[in-house]
């Protein structure tokens, strides 16, 4: 086991505000699954024909203006990327293609919601009366030049009002380009020359839009188009663009009535009726999926271009059917929004459900605006299995935070065996944990530290048992600090890498058997200590840069022991109520350890001296010591066998 010892706090400074962005792959394994908050920013009503706009914002279709409560239900149901479709034309003076602030502000308002919330946030130019979309194939040029010269109007705007956001805005082009199958090259060649305008004026406002990763539409949004017709703009940096394609088989998702051509699909994937056969979306199933998405892979993100989803979704038809029909329906449908959503998620790609937060007849909605809660578990937990995550049951979409309070001095560790040091276990999700390369705890520190001139200590460590036919219960622990204080009082992302090579075992946990995990736990290690620790998440990170979050805590508690004196799940927010202050004890001694793990440690000294190091059990039994005569400065010391043993530093 680890040495507990004496730690100070670390502080960092921040970097440019304007330093380079992340690539577009970095960001897109981040970006998990993603929601469209639509019927609100793209919003207009008015005559299509010629172009007269009667009103304009997020009521215009009855829908409300976004606010924190139903951007945090966002974020509790699991996702972690926000489409916010944006009209502009409507907002602005079209003569001189000048966007009226006021509209700028509102669209930042709910920019800063979604960021300020963690969400990856895609802005774009929708529909927007057509201005762009209704005019690429068969315009004359000065069509041609009034439209690219608005693209690039509107978007030096936009880009300028957002240049200091960091990555997790990103910009679209347009929405759904109208270049059908039938369309020539040169409608191809004037979509290209639209999305160059957009990402040439986005680089040319600087700031960090010089690196912001930027979206390109295909033709319609077309799987096929995208794979047979679609060619990227040029960027003055390489890998920061996306594609996006929108995926919607027609008669299932979409067809809310017959045709002399076809009939509305209701029953998909492995839940195909037996009794309304014709109702079945034999066409468009599981190896349709495959197949079209196999094509983005091809065509795109094996090449390193990552391809978001902007819109996919299916229709309810719980206005139509009923009885066992009807639980067909529900059953084929969410399995559809899985199998998509996974088939994105294995392939590099991004989905975006299509919602509007309505819960009428023929919706596509998982969060409802009406009370800001879950609406469809079937469809939400669908996506969140594919993601990992666990299911949710109603109410406990939440987001909570697991809270541990501990009241642990000398006097109670004195009191007991090795069960007193606060310990914290979970159920193991995933008994393999190869695949992963490092875990991250999101926690919240918080308490004070004293010290008797014996003993001190804060450590903070995940644990892990493990076996197999040779061994049963092998116990491996590293510290979350890493060697570090814990940054105390706010929350802070911690971060474990994993190795299987032993050789690792001062930077990395090393779990026996990796493959046969049979315990995992966080071990407090926090010696006169008195205070809580929050838990948001612990997340299990791939080499390719995603991530399982295993354990979220929203809706059971973990089990605890030894000093640990409450365990509950509280309601998640930046700043935990009641937690207690951090205050760090006034050691005196001239020197600071720092724990290396495995019986390595540093020791920092304001002078040269010689200090017996004794290492004790929490009954005080010596289990090793060594003299150790110090120099000014840093000095590494490893101490006997005796030390893989819990234990307390006592310094004479």
């Not at 505000?17 to 699954?33: R, S």
């Not at 014709?278 to 094996?302: H, I, L, P, Q, Y």
């Not at 809660?373 to 109603?394: C, S």
């Amino acid at each position: 086991m680890n040495i507990r010892s004496f730690l100070l706090p670390l502080f960092f400074l921040g970097v440019s505000a304007f330093a380079e962005l992340p690539t577009a792959k970095d960001l897109a394994a981040k970006m998990g699954f993603g929601i469209n908050i639509g019927n609100t920013m793209e919003a207009i009503s008015g005559n299509t024909d010629t172009g007269v706009i009667t009103s304009a914002g997020p009521e215009a279709w009855g829908g409300k203006y976004p606010n924190k409560e139903f951007i945090t239900a966002i974020k509790n149901a699991g996702y972690s990327t926000v489409r916010i479709p944006v009209s502009w034309y409507a907002h602005a003076d079209t003569v001189n293609n000048v966007i009226h602030q006021s509209w700028m502000d509102s669209v930042k308002t709910v920019v800063d919601l979604c960021v300020n919330a963690g969400l990856y946030t895609i802005i774009n130019i929708h529909w927007d009366f057509g201005w762009l979309e209704k005019h690429i194939d068969k315009v004359d040029a000065a069509t041609k030049d009034r439209v690219n010269a608005r693209q690039k109007a509107f978007w030096t705007q936009i880009a300028t009002a957002f240049k200091e956001y960091d990555e997790h805005l990103l910009f679209a082009s347009a929405n759904e380009p109208d270049v059908n199958d039938q369309a020539g090259d040169e409608a191809h060649q004037t979509l290209l020359l639209y999305h160059q305008t957009f990402v040439d004026a986005v680089r040319e406002t600087g700031g960090n839009n010089a690196s912001r990763s930027l979206i390109i539409q295909a033709a319609s949004t077309s799987f096929d188009l995208a794979y047979s017709k679609m060619v990227m703009p040029t960027d003055k940096i390489s890998d920061r663009l996306m594609a996006e394609v929108h995926f919607y088989p027609y008669t299932f998702t979409l067809m809310d009535g017959d045709a002399d051509w076809g009939k509305a699909s209701y029953y998909w994937g492995d839940y195909l009726s037996t009794t309304d056969p014709e109702r079945n979306a034999t066409w468009c199933g599981k190896e349709f999926v495959d197949e079209n998405f196999d094509k983005m892979k091809e065509k795109f993100t094996s090449k390193g271009i990552p391809v978001v989803i902007g819109e996919f979704g299916a229709m309810s038809r719980s206005n139509i059917l009923s009885g066992a029909d009807l639980e067909l329906h529900i059953k084929g449908r969410a399995q559809f929004y899985g199998y998509v959503a996974k088939a994105a998620k294995d392939r590099g790609m991004i989905p975006i459900t299509w919602e509007t937060g309505g819960t009428g007849p023929g919706t596509m909605t998982t969060i409802s605006t009406a009370d800001y809660t879950v609406f469809d578990y079937p469809v939400m937990n669908a996506i969140r299995t594919a993601y990992g995550l666990p299911e949710l049951t109603k109410g406990a979409e939440t987001n909570k935070m697991l809270v541990a309070t501990y009241d642990y001095f000398a006097t109670e560790a004195a009191k007991g065996d090795s069960s007193t040091y606060g310990q914290i276990s979970f159920d193991v999700v995933k008994s393999d944990i190869t695949p992963y390369t490092s875990i991250t705890i999101k926690a919240n520190i918080s308490g004070t530290t004293s010290s008797d001139g014996k003993y001190g200590y804060t450590g903070f460590n995940v644990v892990t048992m493990s076996s197999d036919e040779k061994a049963e219960w092998q116990w491996r622990e590293f510290s979350i600090l890493g060697g570090k204080d814990p940054v105390w009082g706010k929350w802070h992302e911690y971060k474990v890498p994993l190795s299987q090579n032993i050789a690792d075992s001062a930077t990395a946990l090393i779990s026996y058997n990796p493959k046969k995990i049979v315990f995992i736990g966080i071990q407090s290690y926090l010696q006169y200590f008195k205070g809580s620790v929050a838990i948001d998440y612990i997340a299990f990170n791939k080499a390719d840069g995603t991530a399982d979050t295993l354990y979220s805590f929203n809706s059971g508690l973990a089990n605890k022991d030894g000093a640990v004196t409450k365990l509950e799940l509280l309601p998640y927010s930046e700043t935990p109520s009641g937690l207690i202050p951090a205050r760090r004890a006034n050691f005196s001694r001239g020197f600071v350890i720092r724990d290396e793990g495995f019986g390595n440690f540093t020791v920092v000294s304001d002078r040269n001296c010689v200090r017996k190091f004794v290492v004790t059990d929490a009954l005080g039994k010596v289990l090793t010591s060594k003299t150790v005569r110090l120099s000014k400065g840093e000095n590494r010391i490893r101490l006997g066998e005796g030390a893989f043993e819990k234990g307390f530093v006592v310094v004479k």
